[in-house]
């Protein structure tokens, strides 16, 4: 069985990000960029179903700049087996990289993809699901177990009460959550052994993808800011500014 | 005009979500029809149509319609979308789960968390973790939309008599199957629409702990309990209870943070809510730059005072 993995390109979680004073955009210069967090939770779990002998090839894949190849490259020091590059040199949309992605699975023929949930920096939660639909498969996101059983995935996933457990017929596509597993460090050994590997360069062109944007973006703004408040000396100081001057405590 | 609004549900009672949903709805204008999909849900079609303004309620029930999966769920979207020019839903995880799927069946962009309507088609939504605010326009010919719920009023389900129909359900695409929901049961009010909430971080150090400090206090306040991630990661507290980012992102009157440093992604979901109080030991951690009222005090000792006090 071969599993695919769409991995993204993103500043790095512990950036704090600056939106740009004209309110063009966030400020990406000079910035660390990392493998969106929720992505490298997907590449151990491909990883980890080679190992354990439930797939035979991990294949991941990126649309973004000619840097992405780094994105890739851990990926692959990580334990994947060969990369695809879509290059792009603008944000491309869930949408079309969902139709990009389905483009790359009909020529793979993937029996599992799994993905990020979410990217931690355009936060829209949508590329999965958007893949799943148009390749008619089914779908299990915000998984924080997987099982595989012959043609059948169970997936444990974090909903808004608790925890469901679904099973999915395969070919499926899977979401990861932050508790699937703990990502696991590249070694040196593997980071070099990852340079060797095969890494295919393509673009949206060759899969006849358009990529245009669907949404303009008009303004991006940094939000309202909240300031500090007061210090209060004591749990019946606290007490009394809840009741009295913030009034959200009635008794 | 006409907008579908995907209602969150259990089967038994409509969720707070949806109504505040509906305030979304209503400020990017139109008719709206509001869908109940379930199974054995007549109860919650009914309590929809108790709010005003709403045209009618649509009720699909089927055995594949029961969790609402993702995949009969959005078939049965796509198979209504034709007359409407937008389909809203509260971003909770089934909103999550169903919406971007109806949205590419309709080769359509999905606008995801919105936490302000601009126009019928400019909306405000956050962007890395809430750092950052933008303002979207979507130009395809239906618009797809989730909605963060925090950020808009519940609309009030009284004074409507909006009719009941009932349509059939598309055919399930046997995908998937349900197997069994492990929810979290509690008398305590949900996090998502808490008119107060006590969370816990970190230094608490253990779920016993956890369970001792923050539930009585939660309790006497009939208040939700959240957790930080940290909290989370670390056993002490259920994953349904994490604040932030990657969790839940509330709104509530009053936040209680208990014990919680205030890591960016924590303050991402829960910085819109109206009050803050921050307990903690150190005075240096962040969560003081977001709280209106900061305690510095080791939470061993002043929760339990809390609670006496109440």
């Not at chain 1, 973006?217 to 500014?241: H, I, M, Q, Y």
């Not at chain 2, 009672?13 to 509906?22: E, F, M, N, V």
């Not at chain 2, 150190?282 to 003081?288: G, K, L, Q, R, Y």
């Amino acid at each position: 069985m071969k599993v695919l993995v769409p991995v993204k390109r993103v500043v790095d979680f512990n950036v704090k990000i600056r939106v740009k004073a004209d309110g063009t955009g966030v400020d990406l210069s000079n910035v660390k960029m990392s493998m969106n967090p929720f992505d490298e939770i997907a590449v151990e779990e491909a990883i980890r179903l080679k190992e354990a002998g439930k797939a035979e090839e991990v294949v991941v894949v990126s649309i973004g700049p000619a840097q992405a190849q780094e994105t890739l490259r851990t990926a692959l020091a990580m334990g994947a087996d060969r990369a695809i590059l879509i290059k792009v040199e603008d944000m491309v949309e869930p949408l079309a990289v969902a139709k990009l992605l389905k483009a790359v699975a009909d020529a793979e023929g993937p029996r599992l993809v799994v993905l990020g949930k979410q990217a931690i920096d355009d936060d829209a939660n949508q590329t999965g699901q958007m893949l799943s639909a148009l390749l008619g498969w089914s779908q299990a996101t915000f998984a924080s177990a997987v099982a595989l059983e012959g043609d059948k995935a169970r997936v444990t996933r974090e909903v808004d009460g608790g925890l469901q457990v679904i099973e999915v017929a395969l070919p499926a596509i899977v979401t990861a959550d932050l508790r699937l597993n703990e990502p696991r460090y590249a070694s040196l050994p593997n980071i070099m052994k990852a340079k060797k590997k095969p890494l295919e360069e393509k673009t949206p062109a060759d899969y006849g993808v358009n990529v245009d944007a669907r949404l303009k973006v008009l303004k991006t703004e940094e939000p309202g800011t909240r300031k500090a408040g007061v210090k209060v000396a004591s749990v019946a100081e606290l007490l009394d500014k809840l009741k009295n001057e913030a009034g959200v405590l009635q008794f | 005009m006409a907008i579908l609004l995907f209602a969150e549900h259990d089967n038994a009672a409509l969720s707070d979500q949806t109504a505040r949903t509906l305030t979304a709805a209503r400020r990017i204008g139109g008719e709206i029809d509001i869908l109940v999909a379930g199974k054995g849900a007549a109860a919650v079609a009914q309590a929809a149509s108790a709010f005003q303004g709403v045209r009618k309620i649509l009720l699909a029930e089927a055995d594949a319609l029961e969790h609402r999966l993702a995949e009969p769920a959005a078939a049965l979207i796509v198979s209504l979308a034709g007359d409407y020019d937008t389909v809203i839903a509260p971003a909770t995880t089934t909103g999550k789960n169903v919406l971007p799927r109806v949205a590419a069946l309709l080769d359509v962009m999905q606008v995801s968390e919105i936490v302000e309507v601009v126009s019928a088609d400019t909306f405000k939504r956050p962007i890395y973790a809430g750092n950052a605010i933008q303002t979207v326009q979507a130009t395809d010919g239906k618009k797809v939309i989730t909605v963060r719920t925090s950020g808009f009023e519940a609309a009030q389900a009284e004074g409507g008599s909006a009719p009941v129909e009932t349509i059939g359900a598309t055919a399930d695409p046997r995908l998937s199957g349900f197997v069994e929901n492990r929810l979290s049961e509690s008398e305590r009010p949900e996090l998502a629409s808490a008119r107060i909430i006590v969370s816990g971080g970190r230094a608490l150090g253990s779920e016993e702990r956890f369970r001792q400090v923050i539930l009585p206090v939660a309790d006497k306040l009939g208040a939700a309990v959240g957790a930080s991630r940290a909290a989370v990661d670390a056993g002490y507290a259920p994953n349904d209870w994490q604040v932030g980012q990657t969790g839940k992102v509330v709104a509530p009157e009053l936040y209680v943070a208990c014990g919680i440093s205030g890591a960016i992604q924590h303050l991402a979901g829960m910085k819109d809510s109206k009050v803050i109080v921050a307990i903690n030991k150190d005075e240096d951690a962040p969560i003081f730059q977001v709280a209106d009222y900061g305690l510095v005090a080791d939470i061993f000792d002043a929760l339990p005072e809390l609670e006496r006090a109440l």
